[in-house]
């Protein structure tokens, strides 16, 4: 079965340093990988996608991702992080299983506090 | 603002009532799906549609059921309410079926007090 892990529940970083949010996942085939961030009393926002291509993949407010197969990761970046990230974010997979349509499974989340 | 609108941002209700979540899409998009975050279970996947037609489902209880109308909005029907339904229900949209390129954006949520 397809599933996701965020082995660190809460990440704490001082402002202007760089970030690092681990996920790792299982899948059966190819895998489409996200993640999304979660503001307090907000929906969930997409910030970047793995489906297929380059390992290292760009996207909103200056976070990255790394994928690497042979780790089965796929590690949220960012050089330097700002108070304002301070957030719960979330990896997920997408169920690969025919007939399961887009059904996204999701890690458990992982809080990140960014200090002044 | 992802442009997924959700109704109504709370409801608070009795055990054993019965309520309706509505959702209406990002222009353009025919898929919406239905999701859960609790507390003890996390973020789980309910129910997706696709231009009307159930599309995939997951761990979706008996009690709960969900449509998807001719104009693209949703609607997500809670009944027999349990305490445990308390929960934060999202919906989100995509232009597709939920093909590998498929991006998801998601609502503000629902925040359902069951009491």
């Known amino acids: 079965a397809q599933s996701v892990a965020q082995p660190e529940d809460q990440v704490n970083v001082a402002e202007g340093n760089p970030l690092t949010v681990k996920c790792t996942y299982s899948v059966s085939g190819n895998p489409y990988l996200f993640w999304y961030v979660q503001y307090p009393n907000r929906g969930l926002q997409f910030l970047l996608k793995y489906i297929t291509g380059d390992n290292l993949v760009k996207g909103s407010y200056g976070f990255e991702a790394e994928f690497n197969k042979s780790q089965t990761s796929f590690h949220l970046k960012k050089p330097s992080a700002l108070v304002s990230d301070s957030a719960l974010y979330f990896c997920?997979?997408?169920?690969?299983?025919?007939?399961?349509?887009?059904?996204?499974?999701f890690g458990q989340g992982t809080e990140l506090s960014v200090k002044p | 603002d992802s442009g997924v609108t959700q109704t109504p941002k709370h409801l608070i209700t009795a055990t054993g009532q019965r309520v309706t979540l509505r959702c209406s899409p990002r222009?353009?998009?025919?898929?919406v799906y239905w999701y859960q975050q609790s507390l003890d279970q996390g973020l789980q996947f309910l129910i997706q549609y696709y231009n009307g037609e159930e599309r995939a489902k997951g761990n979706i209880l008996e009690r709960f059921s969900a449509q998807q109308f001719p104009d693209l909005h949703s609607e997500l029907n809670l009944s027999s309410l349990e305490l445990g339904d308390s929960a934060l229900y999202f919906c989100?949209?995509?232009?597709?079926?939920?093909?590998?390129?498929?991006?998801?954006?998601f609502g503000p949520g629902t925040r359902l007090t069951v009491l």
């Open positions: 997920a997979v997408r169920d690969g299983i025919y007939n399961q349509g887009g059904k996204l499974i």
């Open positions: 989100a949209s995509s232009v597709g079926s939920g093909g590998s390129t498929d991006t998801q954006y």
């Open positions: 222009s353009g998009d025919l898929s």
